[in-house]
């Protein structure tokens, strides 16, 4: 709504927050660890002449001042980076910095419990080439952080993983279309390939269902202001399949 604030934890090219903005006119936040990502965010945000209501910032989420509250905190796909052993520092940095009658979502790339451990424990093409330092969770490794951490518990959780395949084809094409622009700018044939596999390993995993695709809504319990009508149900993808 527009009276809130809302915080992106990895808000990777600036998209989201100029989306949100121009849709409900609130005050965005998107934090990144990316110089490239932050100048090209705030080129998007002045071309789209919103700048009054979007910042972006150059920010480790840990640092982020807990005297500072937000009515929303978002983190999409985020997750992946953090690593086995900083759950707990995520959840609990969610929740010092969120109002009273906030709501987290989160969007996360997830592999099953049955296989977490030794996940973690060896090294794949995910975590040598797209995520390294960092690892897929699983639902119960976080469900377990957010509550050993925080005070947070889950409203909602849906697997969008069916329509992910959708959108990492249409990425896959893109790249392809592309290919000659991204020589172009220097990089090379192997550069393409491990994003070509990257996009056919992710839709393989999506529709075998060996990776997930969730989205999260967090809140506290008693969160009665956020959740105003309880028979309503919560927006789902698969309502439009």
């Known amino acids: 709504e527009k009276h809130h604030e809302v915080l992106d934890i990895g808000c990777g090219w600036g998209c989201l927050g100029i989306e949100a903005v121009k849709k409900t006119g609130c005050r965005y936040t998107g934090i990144t660890l990316s110089e490239e990502q932050l100048k090209f965010a705030e080129q998007r945000a002045k071309e789209a002449g919103l700048e009054d209501r979007v910042r972006y910032l150059l920010c480790d989420y840990r640092e982020l001042p807990s005297t500072h509250k937000y009515d929303r905190i978002f983190s999409i796909e985020m997750l992946e980076h953090v690593g086995h052993e900083y759950y707990e ?14 709501v987290v979502v989160i969007q996360v790339i997830s592999i099953p419990d049955q296989r977490y451990d030794e996940h973690i424990r060896s090294s794949d093409f995910m975590k040598e080439y797209m995520f390294p330092g960092g690892s897929l969770p699983s639902m119960s490794r976080l469900t377990s952080a957010m509550a050993a951490a925080s005070r947070l518990f889950v409203e909602h959780v849906e697997n969008v993983g069916e329509h992910y395949f959708h959108t990492i084809r249409c990425w896959r094409k893109n790249l392809l279309k592309n290919q000659s622009k991204i020589r172009s700018l220097g990089f090379d044939e192997k550069f393409l390939r491990v994003w070509i596999y990257y996009f056919d390993y992710c839709a393989a995993g999506y529709m075998a269902r060996t990776i997930a695709d969730y989205q999260i809504i967090l809140s506290r319990q008693g969160n009665l202001s956020a959740f105003r009508f309880p028979d309503a149900s919560i927006p789902s993808a698969h309502s439009c399949a």
């Open 89 to 102: 520092d995520f959840f609990r940095k969610c929740e010092s910095v969120l109002a009273d009658d906030g």
